[in-house]
């Protein structure tokens, strides 16, 4: 999940039997408690706002969100799809339930719930667009997922995220065309940690990572506990031979996200070249248990940089 992928939304369009104050009161508390990092304050709120109306869509989707986050998947996953069971056509519920699903890599079933909830939007929601366009070039679909991305330009042209994917797409095709996506984005005033996190990327990109780095920095800046950005900034300083800043890096980005196995799979590696031998075989178990295939793919080597 793009840190959309990553970002917790309210929802306000839902028919709730309870009385709407009541209702907004306990999901806004419940952001409130998740910005100050009480996710079981969270919970107990959302539980709380179920108990008022069972049926109160906007609780669920807020809710999934949350557990995500969490790694805890199969719950999330029990919410949205409950969700989508009260109201099957709400669009906002489709796109999440897709986001989940490619961050999981299930990029076909992620497609599929970006189009349907496309449908019901008029190809207009924008995030919706650069999602499927994701999905799509994830499995080879590069024509489709650069409409896609034109699609969100068309709507919004200085959206970095919908720009670096579609430079991406041009790179192999259409170098020149990829480059000047790359320059306009570089011309664009980054504001959110997600904006400096895509920025960073498109940095790599086109060869500059310094300037990649400097991106993560200011990502982190915004958002401290932004896992992806200290993961590809652990990247490159091992990369240049910091170990020890690295393995800082790496323990932070698990930290924030226990779920990604190209982070505990790097660290392992670093832990194991430091002699920490314990540490080492703990780390590979879990890179195995999220990604049994993730040693075959390394070739013992540190996994690459994550873009979403």
Same mark, same amino acid.
């Given at each position: 999940?793009?840190?959309?992928?990553?970002?917790?939304?309210?929802?306000?369009?839902?028919?709730?039997?309870?009385?709407?104050?009541?209702?907004?009161?306990?999901?806004?508390?419940?952001?409130?408690?998740?910005?100050?990092?009480?996710?079981?304050?969270?919970?107990?709120?959302?539980?709380?706002? $179920?108990? /008022?109306?069972?049926?109160?869509?906007?609780?669920?989707?807020?809710?999934?969100?949350?557990?995500?986050?969490?790694?805890?998947?199969?719950?999330?996953?029990?919410?949205?799809?409950?969700?989508?069971?009260?109201?099957?056509?709400?669009?906002?519920?489709?796109s999440?339930?897709?986001?989940?699903?490619?961050?999981?890599?299930?990029?076909?079933?992620?497609?599929?719930?970006?189009?349907?909830?496309?449908?019901?939007?008029?190809?207009?929601?924008?995030?919706?667009? !650069?999602?499927?366009?994701?999905?799509?070039?994830?499995?080879?679909?590069?024509?489709?997922?650069? @409409?896609?991305?034109?699609?969100? /330009?068309?709507?919004?042209?200085?959206?970095?995220?919908?720009?670096?994917?579609?430079?991406?797409?041009?790179?192999?095709?259409?170098?020149?065309?990829?480059? @000047?996506?790359?320059?306009? $984005?570089?011309?664009?005033t980054?504001?959110?940690?997600?904006?400096?996190?895509?920025l960073?990327?498109?940095?790599?990109?086109?060869?500059?990572?310094?300037?990649?780095?400097?991106?993560?920095?200011?990502?982190?800046? $915004?958002?401290?506990?932004?896992?992806?950005?200290?993961?590809?900034?652990?990247?490159?300083?091992?990369?240049?031979?910091?170990?020890?800043?690295?393995?800082?890096?790496?323990?932070?980005?698990?930290?924030?996200?226990?779920?990604?196995?190209k982070?505990?799979?790097?660290?392992? /590696?670093?832990?194991?070249?430091?002699?920490?031998?314990?540490a080492?075989?703990?780390?590979?178990?879990?890179?195995?248990?999220?990604?049994p295939? !993730?040693?075959?793919?390394?070739?013992?080597?540190?996994?690459? $940089?994550?873009?979403?």
């Amino acid at each position: 999940m793009n840190k959309l992928l990553s970002t917790l939304f309210i929802v306000t369009a839902t028919i709730c039997a309870c009385p709407s104050w009541a209702k907004i009161d306990y999901v806004e508390s419940a952001l409130a408690k998740q910005d100050k990092g009480d996710n079981n304050g969270a919970l107990a709120d959302y539980a709380k706002g $179920l108990r /008022l109306n069972v049926n109160d869509t906007v609780v669920y989707n807020n809710r999934a969100m949350l557990l995500f986050s969490m790694g805890d998947r199969k719950r999330a996953f029990d919410d949205i799809n409950h969700s989508l069971k009260i109201n099957p056509i709400d669009s906002y519920a489709l796109s999440e339930r897709a986001d989940f699903k490619n961050d999981i890599g299930d990029y076909k079933g992620a497609e599929q719930d970006y189009t349907e909830a496309l449908k019901w939007t008029h190809d207009k929601d924008v995030p919706t667009l !650069i999602g499927r366009g994701i999905a799509r070039s994830k499995q080879g679909k590069l024509k489709e997922a650069q @409409s896609d991305f034109e699609k969100a /330009l068309a709507i919004e042209p200085n959206n970095s995220l919908a720009l670096f994917n579609h430079a991406s797409i041009l790179a192999s095709t259409d170098p020149n065309a990829a480059r @000047s996506d790359y320059e306009k $984005l570089t011309k664009l005033t980054a504001k959110s940690a997600e904006e400096h996190f895509t920025l960073g990327n498109a940095h790599l990109k086109f060869g500059k990572p310094e300037l990649g780095l400097t991106e993560f920095d200011k990502a982190i800046q $915004l958002d401290p506990g932004y896992a992806l950005a200290y993961y590809n900034r652990a990247v490159l300083r091992e990369e240049k031979g910091d170990k020890v800043g690295a393995l800082d890096d790496y323990n932070k980005a698990i930290k924030f996200d226990q779920n990604n196995p190209k982070a505990y799979f790097n660290r392992y /590696l670093i832990q194991e070249s430091m002699g920490d031998q314990e540490a080492a075989t703990n780390d590979l178990n879990r890179a195995l248990q999220l990604d049994p295939e !993730i040693q075959a793919k390394s070739h013992h080597k540190p996994m690459k $940089l994550m873009q979403s």
